[in-house]
Structure formats: C-alpha cells, structure tokens
C-alpha cells in the first residue's frame, strides 16, 4: 500500500533538489545560522547541551541529542522561522510559476 503524502514527498524532493542545485539551500543555510547566532540561539543551544552532558554520568551522546533537538525545535525563534519560510516561499514561487 503506497502512503498518502507521496505527491507531498516528491514535491518536497524536487523543491530540495532545484534548491541544493541552484545554490539556494546552502545560501538559505548561511543566513539561518547567522540569524540564529546574532539572537544567541546558537550560544544557547550549545551551553544546555554542555551543561547536560555535566549532569549525566556518563554522557549519552544520543541522549543528550535527542533532548537538544527538541529543545532547539521548539525554540527558533518565531521571527527567523518566518523570515526562512518567506525566503523558501518566493524560492519556490520564483521556481513553478514560470
């Protein structure tokens, strides 16, 4: 039985190959990281996971990632979450409405 998001799925891989591509992905990713650095996120992230790996004995490399990402996920700031979505948005637009 084949899954109901596969026209979702293909999308997805075209929209992140034309991405990867054309250069857009990796220009995307630098100015994510940057956002994410100039608000502190970046410090942040980095010094809970220093800080819970303190705590564990001994520290749990898959632990302490799968806790880290949760964290991180649920804390991107909502202004760069829409600046990014903005970007990919007319990257697309710009891409399927020739």
Known sequence: MSKPTTDTDALY???HRRMVESGEWDRILRVL???LSEQGWSD???HRAKERARAMDPPLFKTILEEISL???ATVPLSVKRE???QIRQFV???FEK
């Open 13 to 15: 891989k075209e929209v």
């Open 33 to 35: 990281s940057a956002k």
């Open 44 to 46: 942040e992230l980095y």
């Open 71 to 73: 964290h991180g996920e």
């Open 84 to 86: 990014m979505t903005a």
């Open 93 to 95: 637009k710009d891409q």
